[in-house]
Every structure is written in C-alpha cells, then in structure tokens.
C-alpha cells in the first residue's frame, strides 16, 4: 500500500512539476518575443491579411536594395581582382591574363576553404536554405546562416568560379523576411509565405522580372499557389523590381533584338525535342555535380583544401575557355549575339558543365541559375546547327532554339518550369518565343521527373539524407511530438507488489492499465486491470507479484518521436496505450500516450494542411 502510494504520488507530483515548468518557459520566450517585438500588438498582426502584405512590400523593397548591392559589390570585385575593362563582364573572358585566371580562383578557394574550417567549428550544422526550411521548419531561417552562405558565394563568385549569386541573393531575401516574421510572431503558414516572399523579391530584382520572381516563390519555396500567398508575393516582386530599378537599376540578363515570327507546327515538334533532349541534360549536369564532389572527398580528405584545388582546376579551364568563369552573364549575351559554329558551342557546353560541377564538388558556394540558362542556351545552338543541318526547311531561327533550350535546361535543373516561362516572357516580351519555351519547358519537366525525380535543389537534400521533394510543408509532422500530445497523470505501481493490493488502489472500472517500475524507477512494463481484476487470480492475489502481469516492456515511446513514427509503434506494439520514457537507457516514466487521441489529432493536422494546400483559410488551434 505505501508502495503504490509512493510510485502514484511520485507520478502525480512528476507530473505538476512539468506543469509548472511550462508556463515558466512559455513565459520566458513570451517576454523574449515582446522585447523583440517592441511592444507591437502581434495578435493583431498575426490575424491582419493587410498588415502581412504591408510587411511583404516593405521587405521587398529593403531586398531589392540589397540584391543591387551585393550586385554592384561583386561586380567591383571582378573587376579589381581580374582587372575588367569598364563595362565588361567577368564570363566574357575578354583581356584577363592567364596567370590571373589561374592565381585568382585558386587563391579564392583556399580563402573559402580556410572559412568553411573555422566557421563549421563554431556552427557546424548545415545551412537551411529557403526550401529547406518551409518544408520542415516553417519558414524558420537563422539570419546569421543566411549572412555566413552570402559571404561564402560573394567570394566564390568574386573569385571567379563557375557559380551563380542567386543563391546568395535568395537566401539573404529569404532569411531577412524569414526573421522578420519571428520577431512578429507569426503563424507557421504566414511565415512560410513571408519567407517566399524574401525569395521572389530577391529574383524579381536580380533579373528585373517580378512575373519571374513570383512564380520562382511559388513552385520552389511556397510550394504551391494560393490565394492566400498571391498578394504578399507579388507586392514583394514588384516593390523589389521597382526598388532596384529606381536606385541603381538592373539590366536583363539577356536581350533578344530581333523578334521571332513565323513559327509554325512544325517547329513546335522541333521545340519538344529540344525540351526531351534538355531533360536529360539537366539530369547529366546534377549528376556531374554529385561525381564532382565524391572525387572530391576521397582526393581531399582536409575540407579546407578541396576549394583551392577546385579553383586551380577551374583556372586551368578557364585558360583553355574563359567563359566558364562567373555565373554566365556576359557569355550568354555573347552566345546570343553571335553565331558561334557548331565546334565551339559544343566545347564552351562541355567546359562549362565541367567548371561547374568541379566549383560546387570542390565546395564553392553558389547556384546552377544563370550557369543553367547559359547551358541552355548552348545547348540550344548545338540543336539547331544539327536540326537545320539534317531539315533545312525549318524556318524557325537558331536564337529560338537557343530560348526554348535556355529555359528548357533551366527548368530541369532548378525545378521551377514556370518561372522559366515568365522569365523569357519578361525579356523578350516576344509571345511566339514564349510558347515555344512553354513546350520545351514542359517536355523538360516531364523528362526530369519521370526519369529522375530531383531538381538540383532537392537532389542535394536526397544526398544529405533529407526526406523532401520540394516546398510542401511536411515539417509539422516533426513539429507535432509526443511530448506534445501525452497526459502526465500516468499510474505507476512497483514491481513487487501483490495483486491484492493493487485492487484495493485500484477497483474495477477505475483505470484501464498502470505502469510497472522496479525499485529504481525503471520502466518494466503495462498491466492491463482487466487481467488483475481475473477472478481466476483470487486464490493467489496475496501471492502473485505485479511483475509477473507486466507485458511490452520493449515497446515505449519518447518526447521527441513524431506523431507518424509513434502510430508505427502503436501498431507494432498491439497495444492502445503506451508509456512515454526520458529516455531509452534511463527509462524514466514522464507520460503516456493513446492511439486513439494520436490519431485524432494527427488525421485533424493532416486534414489542415490539406485545407491550406487548396488555398482554404487556415485552420489554426484545432483540437
């Protein structure tokens, strides 16, 4: 009788004190927020449609800002390091020494290299970039990790490996809007479409393309197109469009001077297969990435190393073809403009894929955004030199199919067809043109995702060992523990007792089961009351142990485990209720938990996000 009343006690009062302590701590983060938040009504901001929109176009602006600073900043660099003729760009490779070209990325690699080192002492976890995060987080980015990324790719740009800055430019828009709404406070879906919002307004901005910028927020970051996310995007895209063209303007990546008439049916077909052959481009581009950096590794085993020999073999590239260095810009706008024979747009195709899958293995920090669309364009030429080699009746020009593989390339390996479209659209303002990237870039898609099933984006979470595909929030899954849903007013009883005495405590009816500890508090296993309460046991009720009822004790669970994990061991265990321990070699009881009362409130959070997948207003607080 003590014993049990010492166990049950000792439960009961485990139990208030966890009570107890979760005020204390929700109080301590609720001050925390309202320092942060300056006092700021956030209730009413939370529940303002009108306010998060507000908050999106400010955002967009500051952005946008920064997008042309970092801009102009890299710009800068390129020119002092590389020694740029006035209104040149880096990838035109025109009047760079080749000592230059081979001293300046090596040089830039070791520097990276030397940061990564210290920097992974100090933060040694991966950067969640805005993917990453609105898919399992919420939207929740760190601003510091967003700034350590930036600088990594200000460098290997600056530099001159064969990366892009969108990456930087995303990731700081992303990261800023993200913190934003923290301080705010806000909702778990408003975070998310504010954290696409940084996203859009940082594209819109780089490329002078707000449609482009919207739809890269809503197929790579948001994952989806809603209702409720359409306003803040697009005031975001716009507010940074108009922001970096009034301060110190952006030029397009590209432009297209002649327009492109007289498409017909024939030349669709010809655009299709374009679009079929640049899937499997993409695909052999991210795979050469993935070659890249496994070579890396076993060549390097000295992380701080791998960059500075990455920027030695880029360098040795860029000798030989020195459009392989930078993102692409000025090699593109080249490539456009002239009509490069079919043996030079095969070796620029081959010495860029290969620049860029040595700069990312090697461990440069950057993007495949505007080395993609080069690719593609390349691509696009190789193609129509073959096509009109082998049917000189297409009428269509090589700029068309040097567009339609532009996009074509670019939606296979970022993942985002749409945008690609829009982007096109944007700058060359040309319909014809447009639908012709249209069938390419649907192709593309297609061919990539049958065969494939990554962008480069979610293929680099496949290899980390992340479980997503894109943008769609699965987070929540992760968010919703046991610790969160388990009752702390368990019965626990010694192993030693009687069965005797266990009913008295404990009459028929009263509770379903008791948790079996031994005289160190260890779990030790469940007793169903309905086997104590066995008429067959009177005889030997002052007799027979507790312990000798005691079934499961393999099965448990623990305050971290998602909810989808915890019904898996439901269902293992065949059992309906199951203790929650402190831990795996402690054995602490500190709750329990059903799979009645697990499953309701997993199939209520399923049944919300699907709501908001549909664009239907968010169901927030349902039990």
């Known amino acids: 009788m003590s014993e049990a009343t010492r166990y049950t006690s000792g439960a009961q009062a485990k139990g208030n004190d966890a009570k107890s302590e979760s005020p204390s701590g929700q109080a301590d983060q609720s001050r925390l927020g309202r320092r942060l938040s300056l006092s700021i009504p956030t209730r009413k901001l939370r529940n303002s449609e009108l306010v998060l929109i507000l908050v999106s176009g400010l955002l967009g602006g500051v952005v946008g800002f920064g997008v042309m600073l970092l801009h102009d900043f890299v710009e800068f660099l390129h020119h002092l390091v590389f020694d740029l003729a006035e209104g040149r760009y880096l ?29 992974r002492r100090w933060r040694p976890g991966e950067i969640v970039d805005p993917i990453e995060a609105n898919a399992l987080f919420g939207g929740k980015m760190s601003l510091i990790d967003s700034f350590r990324l930036t600088v990594s790719t200000l460098i290997s740009n600056g530099c001159g490996a064969s990366v892009g800055m969108e990456a930087a430019y995303t990731q700081t828009g992303a990261g800023l809007s993200s913190t934003v709404g923290q301080v705010m406070r806000l909702r778990r879906g408003d975070l998310r479409v504010l954290t696409g919002c940084g996203a859009a307004a940082a594209i819109a901005a780089a490329f002078n393309a707000p449609l482009a910028g919207a739809f890269y927020a809503f197929e790579l970051v948001i ?10 995007v697009a005031v975001a895209a716009v507010t940074a469009t108009l922001v970096a063209r009034m301060t110190i303007g952006v030029a397009p990546i590209f432009t297209v001077d002649a327009p492109l008439i007289g498409v017909g049916a024939i030349d669709y077909a010809a655009f299709a297969l374009v679009g079929f052959a640049s899937g499997w481009l993409g695909i052999l581009t991210m795979q050469a990435v993935t070659l890249s950096e496994r070579l890396f590794r076993r060549m390097s085993p000295q992380i701080w190393a791998r960059p500075a020999i990455g920027g030695f073999c880029v360098g040795l590239i860029a000798m030989a073809v020195p459009q392989v260095l930078g993102s692409g810009h000025g090699a593109l706008q080249m490539s456009l403009d002239g009509q490069l024979a079919l043996p030079v747009l095969l070796a620029l195709l081959s010495a860029k894929i290969l620049a860029s899958a040595i700069s990312l293995g090697s461990g440069f920090r950057g993007g495949l955004f505007s080395s993609s669309l080069f690719l593609g364009s390349l691509f696009g030429g190789i193609l129509a030199e073959l096509a009109l080699g082998l049917y000189p009746e297409l009428s269509v020009s090589q700029t068309a199919f040097m567009l339609v593989g532009m996009g074509s390339v670019a939606a296979a390996i970022i993942g985002a067809p749409i945008t690609m479209v829009m982007l096109v659209l944007e700058i060359t303002a040309d319909f014809p043109a447009t639908l012709g990237v249209l069938t390419g870039v649907v192709v593309s898609s297609v061919v990539v995702r049958k065969a494939f099933g990554y962008s480069f984006a979610t293929w680099r979470f496949h290899l980390r060992g992340v479980p997503i595909r894109g943008a769609h929030d699965v987070g929540w899954i992760e968010d919703l523990t046991v610790g969160r849903l388990m009752r702390r007013d368990q019965k626990i009883v010694a192993e030693d007792m ?31 009351m309905a086997a104590v309460h066995n008429p067959d046991l009177d005889e030997k009720a002052d007799e027979v142990q507790v312990s000798g009822l005691a079934r499961n004790v393999r099965y448990f669970l623990l305050p971290r485990t998602n909810v989808r994990t915890a019904l898996k061991h439901f269902s293992e265990a065949e059992e309906e209720t199951l203790p929650v321990l402190d831990g ?40």
Not at 500 to 523: C, H, M, N, T
Not at 610 to 623: F, P, Q, W
């Open 584 to 623: 795996p070699s402690s054995r602490k009881i500190v709750g329990y938990l059903t799979e009645a009362y697990a499953l309701r409130r997993y199939n209520q959070e399923l049944e919300k996000q699907r709501s908001d997948e549909l664009g239907m207003k968010n169901l927030y607080g349902a039990d």
């Open 91 to 119: 990838s035109e490779g025109v009047g760079i020494a080749p000592a230059t070209m081979l001293v300046v990325p090596t040089l830039g690699g070791l520097l990276v290299g030397t940061l990564m080192f210290f920097v």
């Open 498 to 528: 009687r069965i005797a005495a266990l009913r008295r405590i404990y009459p028929l009816g009263s509770v379903k089961q008791v948790f079996v500890v031994d005289e160190s508090g260890q779990y030790m296993g469940l007793v169903d």
């Open 223 to 232: 994952g989806s197109y809603t209702l409720a996310a359409l306003a803040p």
